[in-house]
Each structure stands twice: as C-alpha cells, then as structure tokens.
C-alpha cells in the first residue's frame, strides 16, 4: 500500500479558503484514482472529492461543488482538493486515500484538521 500524508489543513473563517495536499510516499501511477474523504465530530465519513486519470473524471459531494477543486501532480504524487468559500459545516477531518480502477480505496493518509469559524 501507497502511505500518503495529508496537510494544508487549519483554522479559517467562513468564506475563506484553504488548499490541502495529499502526498504519496512511493510511486503512484497516473491511472490510479485519488479521492477526499472527510469526518466529522460525531458523524461518519463521507466522500468529497475524487480524480482519474484526466480531469475529465472528476467527481464531487453535491454540497461541495462549485467550491471545490480537486486536482493531482502524477510528477509529484501530490493531489490536492482547493477550498473555496468554505462553510462551518466542512469543519471535519480531510482525508485523502488512493484506489486502483474498479477497485476500493486501500490507501489511507491520517487526516489533517479544517474548522471553518461563522
């Protein structure tokens, strides 16, 4: 399995934006798909984000589109989710994760903490 290590997170206020970055430790390919997940307090986790190998495959929670970018760096094994217009309810731990086409996300980063103060 790929370990991935999640930041960008932090405090921000309502409207404001944040950009977290996922990277793989080890080599992940190009057609591998990254997505976002987040949990928040008392809630269980739900997906957010996720990218193929394109941009063209991007997929977004409803919640979030228009706010949300996804995107990925195959040369740096990065991907990262930008954050705009952020809300309290997006308060939740952000974590990204890595699955093989047709397949279950295996892959799992630790999380990083994003609260959206009102």
Do not use: H
């Not at 308060?91 to 799992?108: F, G, H, M, Q």
């Amino acid at each position: 399995q790929v370990q991935l290590v999640e930041s960008g997170g932090g405090l921000v206020q309502a409207g404001g934006s944040l950009r977290l970055s996922c990277a793989a430790n080890g080599r992940t390919f190009s057609r591998d798909i990254m997505g976002w997940f987040r949990q928040a307090p008392g809630k269980e986790r739900e997906f957010v984000a996720a990218i193929g190998w394109t941009s063209y495959s991007a997929y977004y929670l409803d919640s979030v589109k228009g706010r949300f970018t996804i995107s990925r760096d195959n040369a740096k094994n990065t991907v990262y989710l930008q954050m705009n217009s952020l809300k309290p309810e997006d308060t939740a731990v952000y974590y990204c994760a890595v699955r093989k086409l047709r397949s279950e996300y295996d892959s799992w980063g630790q999380g990083t903490q994003v609260t959206v103060s009102s």
